[in-house]
Nanobody
């Protein structure tokens, strides 16, 4: 499974950004796609996940009500719409694919994209 994330950039606090991640594989299918983020000097943390076929979603507490994860199954894309951005949302955002479950832990995910930087200024 190969993952290609895009859409990162700079925004002001209160603004919005949308991240995209394309999934491609000729041999296996992801069960769920998720987003994690890692701020400088901090551990990678869970942001959101969605089941490919079920549409079941989970969100990290720090983004609930502000971020929305969605998919376009025909294009094999997953999106993260980020609104009401805060400076503490500044991080490198990674998309990841899980083969077996819709999980919220790093170890639930089998494949990782390269990351895209989001910077939120005051």
């Amino acid at each position: 499974v190969q993952l290609q994330a895009s859409g990162g950039g700079s925004a002001q606090a209160g603004g919005s950004l949308r991240l995209s991640c394309g999934e491609s594989s000729s041999t296996v299918s992801a069960y769920a796609l998720g987003w994690f983020r890692q701020a400088p000097g901090k551990e990678r943390e869970f942001v959101a996940t969605i089941g490919w076929g079920t549409g079941r979603t989970f969100y990290g507490d720090s983004v609930k009500g502000r971020f929305t994860i969605s998919t376009d199954n025909t294009k094999k894309m997953v999106y993260l719409q980020m609104t009401s951005l805060k400076p503490e949302d500044t991080a490198v955002y990674y998309c990841a694919a899980a083969l077996h479950s819709v999980g919220v832990y790093l170890y639930d995910y089998d494949y990782w994209g390269q990351g895209t930087l989001v910077t939120v200024s005051t």
